[in-house]
């Protein structure tokens, strides 16, 4: 069980960890086929002066590597030391699926399908249960770090339910490129956080088994912006100012592929499009074939299909409809 007393003690996974303490407990939850051990490391930062928890998470999915290069970063230029409250981070959460660089659980559930999960069901939903119970409880605001599927590269935004006008607020101050207007999915890490009253901001950014240094710099920093405004960032550190506001996305839609061949895109991620540009082209591998693809519409490329090859009607390039900024 996890908790907040009456003096200030957090006690999670039956340690207790008083003010002012920095350190790390290992979550256990299953062991590998051989017997070993598979721990999770939960580093706890407090701070002596009280303050909110800050619950900050990556891995839900095992193969998305940008998001454990955010929390990895947070936690190696010590920004998780709180100037008040706790800072919680995980920076691996599906530690099996990170082992085989792998989007599932073992069991082939995608763990944010299964929050809040049970406690005699599969291993994602006892793992998705013990999390909900034991150490979601004690955040107060919780950022969750996710990258594109498979080859989708996504361009680094917030995802957040506009119903939730303290979330958008929050997003602002974040101030990714984009935030992505999105109702919550059912069975997802966000959804259970809405259901118990937990605030919670989804960065979105880069593919799965990839890093890119630019997608890292933006989830640092937007972290760096809610630290501060919440108050717990040390003042040895400056504030990064983006030089622009998000850009508030309401709608949004998929161009796809009409034929199948390779791909070759002509435009980088975020860029503005006018309808008629020339996105990409694809070609069949005998130089017989060449299809040029254009933007159908003028928005920002919010999503890319960075694979080398598509199927006809592959999603290629994600592209806004409609800014609430407008």
Not at 122 to 131: E, H, N, P, T, V
């Amino acid at each position: 069980m996890t908790k907040t007393t009456n003096n200030n003690v957090l006690s999670i996974l039956g340690n207790e960890v008083l003010p002012g303490i920095s350190t790390t407990i290992n979550f256990n939850i299953a062991k590998l086929y051989t017997s070993t051990k598979v721990e999770i490391p939960i580093i706890i930062e407090r701070s002596k002066i009280p303050g909110p928890t800050v619950l900050i998470t990556a891995g839900i999915h095992g193969d998305e590597i940008n998001g454990v290069e955010v929390v990895r970063q947070i936690i190696a230029k010590k920004i998780n030391k709180p100037a008040k409250g706790s800072i919680i981070c995980i920076p691996v959460l599906n530690v099996f699926g990170f082992l085989n660089m792998n989007r599932f659980f073992p069991d082939g559930r995608d763990l944010n399908r299964v929050f809040p999960g049970t406690k005699n069901g599969s291993l994602a939903s006892r793992f998705a249960y013990q999390f909900i119970n034991d150490i979601l409880p004690a955040a107060d605001f919780c950022l969750d770090f996710h990258t594109g599927g498979a080859s989708r590269f996504n361009a680094p935004h917030i995802r957040v339910d506009p119903k939730n006008e303290n979330l958008v607020a929050l997003a602002k101050i974040f101030n990714a490129p984009f935030t992505l207007l999105s109702k919550n999915l059912e069975g997802s890490y966000r959804s259970t956080c809405a259901k118990k009253g937990k605030n919670i901001l989804l960065f979105e950014g880069g593919k799965s088994q990839n890093s890119s240094k630019e997608i890292a710099i933006e989830g640092v920093q937007g972290t760096m912006r809610i630290l501060s405004y919440l108050g717990m960032l040390k003042t040895e550190f400056e504030v990064p100012v983006r030089d622009s506001d998000t850009l508030l996305i309401s709608t949004s839609f998929w161009i796809r592929a009409k034929y199948s061949g390779l791909l070759h895109i002509k435009i980088p991620i975020g860029k503005h499009v006018n309808k008629g540009e020339i996105l990409a082209t694809i070609t069949d591998p005998y130089g017989k074939m060449r299809h040029v693809v254009k933007a159908t519409n003028e928005g920002y490329v919010i999503n890319v299909n960075e694979a080398p090859i598509v199927y006809k009607g592959d999603a290629i390039f994600r592209i806004t409809k409609e800014l609430v900024n407008e």
